[in-house]
């Protein structure tokens, strides 16, 4: 009997399961196939996309150099003006340019008025003029300006001592270079004489927010070059073609081999992946390099630091994208002293956090510590204008190498230029001392030699008055004679070393009244007024002591005129100060700081109308330094020299004589009388 159910398979049996079987291989063909055409077309959109990216480098290759080509010609032009003068660079006419002119660095509002209707406005190009006048004097593009944008090309020129213009400033401060800015050659570009002319291509040029031209319809997909333009980043978008839809045979040989083409498919799809990561690298590589090549450049210019920063921040500012940069540097005591700033200064409180860094957020300040041999020369501060990867702070430690080498060798050649100049300064020095030293023997020696010659020669048919004055001749010209070579001998004792002082508890009050006591009839042409405070000890050689009076008090009578005053004090205060004051010319405070250096003697007009070679000034504060003093000079009140001995006080012995040194005792050291 029938039940119905005959002709219906059995669900366990042999031909349900392979029913089943191919519904699922049929669900899993299905997806296979819808995975490997979207797989395909993933990949065809990527080839294409690919491929519209270098034809965008190419166009902006194209680009790059036509305007690479414009600032070579505005370098031409430039050393035109240099050989010819402004007048041959007004209303002339070059191809590839809209207006062309040479801008005075103090434009009058005419010829403002007439590059702003020539589409350059004055105004809107002052920071890159700045920029231009204070970078590296290379060719630096503006940012747009005007409607509509034009860009402009901008030159600076400077004026030389001699009055002829230079492509290059003479001097390495920037104050000293503005200082010399002639001008400006302003070009402002012919956009649509430099673009491609091509109708078929589709672009966009911008420069930051601004489009500067475009050509076709709107951009729907693009991909963007950046172009480096003479300080300046200009982005060409192009279209990025659609991938198109399948043809038919395409999906058959999709459908008859999914599972090979669905590999194939994504091998070239992680091909294309692996490729554009790799080109990315590359780029990355070369911009890299390339920075590193032309910060070197910049480096090797120069070994002064006025010269070298300035170009160095620039090309750091538009490498690294920085808003700001400031450079410290160590002085002899340790401290860091600024010396170069451009843009937004940094934070002062940034903490020096390099070494855990990789990456460094816009608007974050980057300290870095330079060194040498392990210690600080410079400390470098910057402010990141964009987000930093670990590759631009490995280029940032490069350029920090680059700024603490040229610390070094800008230190190290400054150092050897001083050295020289002391040196030369030391040998004329000299070559003067020799002269002066000749002839300042010769004169007491001739004089010494005459008088006794005449003594000798004429003494019965002289009078007693006559000899008495040719005796005081001879006896003057002695002591000056004395004076001179006890100056020599103090000064190849201290030259040897052999001038070792002997330091004791000394009365300074009852030295220094002793001493001009015992040389009084010396100075008998002049006033010698005392102000000398009882009981003031110092620990100091006495010998030394007698000659810094000695000289001191010699020279303030030397430069005052005949029958003035000379003041001698002495004083007790936190500490002995020995003052000697002189109503003479005084000394220029140009040469203050010379004064004490062996064999200069002054350039003022007082000082070659007297004798002296040089040295009593420089023994004297030999014998204060070694006695643990110091001396300045100053203005007197009465407008001549004041001479300022300062050493440490100290007590009193517990039993001493106290009547002072004595005739006697000073009788025993040797000292001359000047």
Known sequence: MDDGNADRPDPGTPGASAAALLVIAAVAVLVLALVAVVTLRDARRDLVRAEAEAAGIELASTLNGEVGRLGDVVRELSSTVVSAGPDALDRRSVAGFDALTFLPAEPDRVLVDRLLAEGIDVVALR???????????????????????????????????????????????????????????????DLDAVLPVDPDVRWTLTDGPVELRGRGAPLEEAVSTDIDVFGRRWTLATPVPGPGSPQAAEALVVLLGLVGIAVVAFAARQTLVTRRRHLDQVAVARRRASAIVTLSGVVQQSHDLGEILPGLSVQMSDTLGLDGLTLSVATPTGAMREIFAHGTRPDATAASRVGDLTEVAAGE???????????????????????????????????????????????????????????????????????????????????????????????????????????????????????LVQDLLDFARLER???????????????????????APVWQTHQIE?????????????????????????????????????????????????????????????????????????????????????????????FVLRMGGQIDVGESPAGGARFTVALAPVAAPAATDDSGPTPETMEEHDVASP
């Open 127 to 189: 920071p890159t003029l700045d920029r231009t006048r204070d970078g590296d004097g290379d060719v630096l593009l503006a940012p747009p300006i005007g409607t509509p944008p034009t860009s402009v090309l901008v030159e600076a020129l400077y004026r030389t001592d001699g009055g002829q213009l230079s492509l290059r400033p003479s001097v390495s401060s920037t104050a000293a270079r503005r200082a010399e800015l002639a001008g400006f050659v302003v070009a402002a570009i």
């Open 365 to 483: 300040t980057l300290v870095l510590h330079l060194h040498r041999a392990e210690r600080s020369i410079a400390v470098l501060r910057v402010v990141a204008g964009r987000g930093l990867d670990a590759g631009d702070l490995d280029l940032l430690q490069i350029a920090a190498e680059m700024i603490a080498s040229t610390v070094v060798t800008a230190r190290s050649s400054e150092q050897q230029q001083e050295a020289v100049a002391r040196l030369q300064a030391l040998d004329e020095l000299k070559t003067a001392f020799l002269g002066t030293a000749s002839h300042e023997l010769r004169t007491p020696v001739t004089a010494i030699s005459g008088f006794a010659f005449v003594l000798a020669e004429r003494w019965d048919s002289l009078g007693d008055a006559e000899r008495r004055v040719f005796a005081e001749r001879i006896a003057s010209n002695a002591r000056a004679l004395d004076a």
């Open 497 to 519: 070393g052999d001038h070792a002082v002997v330091l004791e508890a000394i009365d300074l009050s009852e030295l220094v009244r002793h001493t001009l006591e015992r040389l």
């Open 530 to 622: 005392q102000d000398i405070d009882a009981g003031c000890w110092v620990e100091g050689d006495r010998a030394a002591l007698e000659r810094v009076v000695t000289n001191l008090v010699s020279n303030a009578v030397k430069f005052s005129p005949e029958g003035g005053t000379v003041h001698v004090g002495v004083h007790h205060d936190d500490r002995v100060e020995l003052v000697v004051d002189d109503e003479g010319p005084g000394v220029p405070p140009e040469d203050r700081d010379k004064i004490f250096i062996r064999f200069f003697r002054g350039t003022s007009q007082a000082v070659v109308r007297t004798r002296g070679v040089g040295i009593g000034l420089s023994v004297v504060e030999d």
